[in-house]
């Protein structure tokens, strides 16, 4: 029995690894833009996810403002430094009054921009001085706008809107939101 084969012949081999190694340089090429198209998406969606996380907690503070099961004196929100910074109380234990930032248990809390970190104190009752903790870790977001506007509504409880825009530590991924809470007891 007489079996005819045959193979690739030399030219056949050269050609196909010409053309092999011509699609994996290129797959070389792309592969670290594509590394670093997915980096800049992650690091996009990290600092995106680090301001609205900024944004509800803040969202649900402004909605407690002004809360009080009494008699409560001063006013439940104030917005300074054309809304970069905010004061609010409201009464966290009921007793039917503010406790006052000398108590132990101070009701009021203040927010401000400081520079490009987003700062937050309690028993803040100005904007200046010392002792505020910052809530944007500077390591890994840079906060270039915190604002809230107080919209007034016609028998209604005042819209606040919180802006916030940031961006990762390097200066790209740039993001912008806007946040829309109710302010119930204001």
């Known amino acids: 029995m007489q079996l005819n084969q045959q193979g690739f012949t030399l030219l056949e081999t050269l050609i196909a690894m010409a053309l092999s190694s011509m699609v994996l340089l290129g797959a070389g090429r792309l592969f670290p833009v594509l590394q670093r198209a997915v980096l800049q998406q992650y690091q996009k969606e990290t600092v995106q996810e680090s301001l609205w996380q900024l944004a509800f907690s803040l969202g649900k503070q402004l909605q407690r403002a002004g809360y009080c099961h009494g008699n409560c004196s001063g006013q439940g929100l104030v917005l300074s430094k054309g809304g970069e910074c905010v004061l609010l109380q409201w009464d966290n234990n009921s007793n039917g009054r503010w406790e006052p930032s000398s108590h ?16 937050a104190s309690r028993g803040a009752t100005r904007c200046e001085g010392g002792g505020w903790e910052k809530l944007s870790d500077p390591a890994m977001l840079v906060v270039e706008k915190f604002m809230v506007t107080r919209l007034a509504r016609h ?11 940031g961006g990762s530590k390097n200066g790209q991924n740039p993001v912008s ?9 204001l």
């Open 155 to 165: 028998g209604m409880s005042p819209l606040l809107i919180i802006d916030l825009s």
């Open 177 to 185: 939101l806007r946040h829309t809470v109710v302010g119930y007891n």
């Open 104 to 119: 132990t248990e101070t009701e009021q809390t203040g927010f401000r921009l400081n520079g490009t970190d987003l700062e």
